[in-house]
Nanobody, 115 residues
Framework: QVQLVESGGGLVQPGGSLRLSCAASGIIFSMYDMDWYRQAPGKQRELVAV???????TYADSVKGRFTISRDNAKNTVYLQMNSLKPEDTAVYYCNANFLKVGYWGQGTQVTVSS
């Protein structure tokens, strides 16, 4: 049974930082590309960051220079370090694992940026 469990969300003031984690089980983690998506109220889910199986990273323009995606294959975990947070970063953040067009989703973690 595949499980992706996100954690680390919460309420933070503008300019603050959070680190999200996504722990995976039931898959050969190192073989999967891992993504972070987010969905704000009333908006479509959007891709935030990708880290491929070999470790190559890409980011949405809106988060470049502020967010960093990383992975620890020994812990089957992917991270999203979020710095200089803005109110427009408020969303539910989802972890996605994909390999050869087979994908799995976590349940999401809420991030709220507000003063």
């Amino acid at each position: 049974q595949v499980q992706l469990v996100e954690s680390g969300g919460g309420l933070v003031q503008p300019g603050g930082s959070l680190r999200l984690s996504c722990a995976a089980s039931g898959i050969i983690f190192s073989m999967y590309d891992m993504d972070w998506y987010r969905q704000a109220p009333g908006k479509q889910r959007e891709l935030v960051a990708v880290i491929t199986s070999p470790g190559r990273t890409t980011y949405a323009d809106s988060v470049k220079g502020r967010f960093t995606i990383s992975r620890d294959n020994a812990k089957n975990t992917v991270y999203l370090q979020m710095n200089s947070l803005k109110p427009e970063d408020t969303a539910v953040y989802y972890c996605n694992a994909n390999f050869l067009k087979v994908g799995y989703w976590g349940q999401g973690t809420q991030v709220t940026v507000s003063s």
